[in-house]
């Protein structure tokens, strides 16, 4: 699969973009706000790659964000499997602030709307307003926020939740997040 815009390119990740996939998961800036650990070598890219590119994301889209200059990964956009239709992402921290991902987000969205998917839904920590304001503008709307452990990390984050319908039809509001926390809430002026 690939997808082009006017500036990148996103294409599954492959065994050749092993220092790419090292230095977009070693950055501490980037992995701060993301489900796991900054990478210390390339070992641990190697591993990562193995065990949750080709083996955790298989049945879902987890692709690749390169500049068409170079088609070398700086970044990454996925989405979940399951139910939620999880949209995730993650870009190195000297890529900040260029609309790269609102880019990206958008083209992989009309993909997604393209293949059937009805809805997609997106959490951010309350301590990363930034990758709230991707999610509304990509035309993701603020639903409600909830309290989890969050693992691996394990700490106590408070999650907002947006959400995006693909499908017209479509007006059901994602309630897992909300059904699994105890402490869940709508917050006001989001």
Not at 113 to 121: A, C, D, N, R, S
Request: charged share 25%; proline share 3%; glycine share 4%.
């Amino acid at each position: 699969m690939k997808i082009e815009t006017k500036r990148l390119i996103l294409r599954e990740f492959n065994k050749n973009d092993l220092n790419a996939i090292f230095d977009i998961f070693k950055d501490e800036i980037t992995n701060i706000f993301l489900p796991w650990f900054p990478l210390k070598n390339i070992e641990e890219a190697n591993e990562f790659y193995e065990n949750r590119i080709k083996s955790i994301y298989k049945n879902c889209y987890f692709l690749a964000i390169c500049l068409k200059e170079n088609n070398i990964p700086i970044g990454y956009i996925n989405m979940s499997a399951d139910d939620s239709f999880d949209l995730g992402y993650g870009l190195k921290s000297d890529y900040f602030y260029k609309g790269i991902m609102k880019e990206a987000a958008k083209a992989f969205i009309k993909m997604l709307k393209e293949k059937g998917i009805p809805y997609i839904t997106a959490t951010h920590d309350i301590n990363n307003p930034n990758s709230g304001k991707v999610m509304k503008a990509i035309g993701m709307k603020y639903c409600y926020s909830y309290l989890e452990n969050w693992m691996p990390k394990n700490k106590l984050v408070t999650f907002r939740m947006y959400q995006l319908n693909l499908d017209d039809n479509n007006k059901i509001i994602y309630q897992k997040y909300w059904e699994n926390s105890t402490t869940h809430f709508i917050e006001e002026n989001i």
